[in-house]
């Protein structure tokens, strides 16, 4: 089982349901938790980064949050990921870059 199966399965399991819109919210409130992490681990700005214990935590809500997104709009994360990185294969083979030059 995928982890983006094991998410569905478990939002179903516990009638976690959501639109897409919240799940995307979602997503980005748990990305402002991530960089409140970030900020506390190099001490906002002043030190390197060091991660805290609760960085994988907040790493793993991202991960759920992305994964309820992806299933709540029917993608499949892993066909993604294999698209984008053919693209930027071919960015890179093409213009030496990954960037979309825009």
Known sequence: MTDQEKVAAFVSAHNLTAPPTARLLDLVSEIGELAKEALRG??????????SPAWAEELGDVYFALLCLANSTGVELTTALEQVLAKYAARLSR???AGSGK
């Open 95 to 97: 213009h030496g870059d």
């Open 42 to 51: 190099s001490e906002y700005g002043r030190a390197d980064f060091a991660p």
